[in-house]
Each structure stands twice: as structure tokens, then as C-alpha cells.
């Protein structure tokens, strides 16, 4: 057991059914409410698949309280050594990963994040979270990065917050990440920026890695399966205070 808080517990998955659990809860999230689709949404038993996650580690997120043991949040977590069994990390098929790739630091891609609608805020989260902090520690992670996504494919209406997060939150050079999509999307210069209006705009989970001292890619990729505009989040985790995440210190080496 990773960590175990008043309300919520979590743990990596350990079987087959546990893996289904997260499949379950993803295809509630990404494809029942948010209108996802792609080869590997199984309809028939309300199932979101993909090729890499039965090679990742999977961070189940149960609320204790309620007695039930259904899972209420999930991370997939692909370390390099899960990258290399899968033939390259997800987030490869979005975003030119060269930098990270070649930065010599310890890798951590997260992806397929979501809670369940009754369970969307701060204590859930930041039990989640608690439960990765401890993951991160015990496998010497230096950088956090996986794909985020905005809700929709127009760009012209996500103007004012992409913008803002390349003006504001681009990685610094040697591990900043491009898209491998062009896009016609044309950045606001910032003084043209409605600032209120793009952090309005902005997923919470986003402005959530962000206040963690998180940084974005060059560009955005346009998922149409998925109905997403996705940019590529990066987080030092040296960044990372105490007073803003609660990490365990590292394992001695």
C-alpha cells in the first residue's frame, strides 16, 4: 500500500481485474462524459484500452469511507523501463521527446489521469497525488511529463490560454519538448492576452501542475479522437517544495 489518508487509499494495481477497474473508470470519464473515442474503447463493456497498459503501472485511488471497493481515481504511470518494453512512451506519438530522451534523468510518464465526478476536488486529489509523491520517491524520478489535455479541437477558442501557458510556463530549452503537429494556431503576443480569461479557460488539473512549478512543450497537439487539445506538461521534480508537494524524501543510493 502506497499511502492511506482518512477518506481515500491508494495502491498500485496487482491483478488483471484491477488493471479492468481503471479501464472502467477511464471509459466513464474520457468517452461517456467527455466524448472520447478510438480503436481501444471496448463499448460493449464500457472499457477505455490502449497498447501500453499492460506494460505500465497502474495508481488506483479507493474512497474507504463509502465501503465500496470501486476505484475513484487513476494514474497510469510508464517508467523508462515500461517505455522500453512498450516500444516508446505514449506520449511519443504526440510530442518529439528527443530532449528528455537524451537528458540522462530518471523519466516518469503520466498519463490517463481522472477521478470520478463525485470525487473532483482538493482531498481526492491530493490523495492521489500523495500516492504518486511516493512512486516518485521510490523510483529516483527526476522529471514528471505526460500529455494534458484541453476540452475540444478549437484552437481559435483555446487561443487566449495556450497562449498564455507558452508565454508564461514554456520548459526551459534543454527539456523542451515540440509537437509533431503543425497547427495554424497563432500565438497572442502577451500583451494581448486576456490573462483572467486564459486561466479561466484552463483545466484544473493543468493550473494544478502548474502551481507544483510545472512547464509545457513547444505547441499543442489536436487529439480528434479524443476530442482534446493536448499540450505536454514537464515537471523538475528538484522543483518541487515540500510546501507545495508533499514528496517523501528520495531513497538513499
Not at 18 to 41: K, M, N, P, T
Not at 77 to 94: D, I, K, P, V
Not at 127 to 135: E, F, H, K, S, T
Amino acid at each position: 500500500m502506497l499511502q492511506t489518508a482518512p477518506q481515500y487509499q491508494t495502491s498500485l494495481a496487482r491483478s488483471k481485474a484491477e488493471i479492468r477497474a481503471a479501464q472502467r473508470l477511464r471509459y466513464e470519464v474520457f468517452v461517456a462524459e467527455l466524448g472520447g473515442s478510438g480503436d481501444g474503447v471496448d463499448h460493449a463493456n464500457r472499457l477505455e484500452i490502449d497498447r501500453f497498459d499492460t506494460h505500465a503501472d497502474h495508481l488506483l485511488l479507493r474512497d474507504v469511507k463509502s465501503g465500496s471497493d470501486a476505484v475513484v481515481g487513476v494514474y497510469r504511470l510508464m517508467t523508462q523501463g515500461h517505455a522500453t518494453a512498450a516500444n516508446g512512451f505514449y506520449s511519443a506519438s504526440e510530442f518529439d521527446l528527443t530532449p528528455l530522451l537524451s537528458s540522462g534523468l530518471c523519466l516518469l510518464e503520466l498519463g490517463r489521469s481522472c477521478l470520478h465526478p463525485d470525487h473532483r476536488g482538493g482531498p481526492a486529489l491530493m490523495a492521489l497525488w500523495q500516492g504518486l509523491a511516493n512512486y516518485v520517491a521510490g523510483h529516483d524520478i527526476d522529471i514528471l511529463f505526460g500529455t494534458a489535455s484541453f476540452h475540444g479541437t478549437d484552437l481559435e477558442a483555446l487561443q487566449h490560454p495556450i497562449s498564455h501557458l507558452h508565454a508564461t510556463y514554456l520548459a526551459p530549452e534543454p527539456l523542451r519538448v515540440t509537437s509533431t503537429m503543425t497547427t495554424d494556431l497563432a500565438l497572442l503576443p502577451p500583451h494581448r492576452i486576456d490573462r483572467k480569461a486564459a486561466m479561466r479557460d484552463t483545466p484544473a488539473l493543468i493550473k494544478s501542475y502548474l502551481k507544483l512549478g510545472g512547464t509545457i512543450g513547444q505547441g499543442v497537439f489536436v487529439d480528434h479522437a479524443f476530442n482534446t487539445t493536448d499540450v505536454c506538461l514537464i515537471l523538475d521534480t528538484a522543483q518541487m517544495t515540500a510546501g507545495r508537494f508533499d514528496r517523501p524524501a528520495r531513497r538513499a543510493t
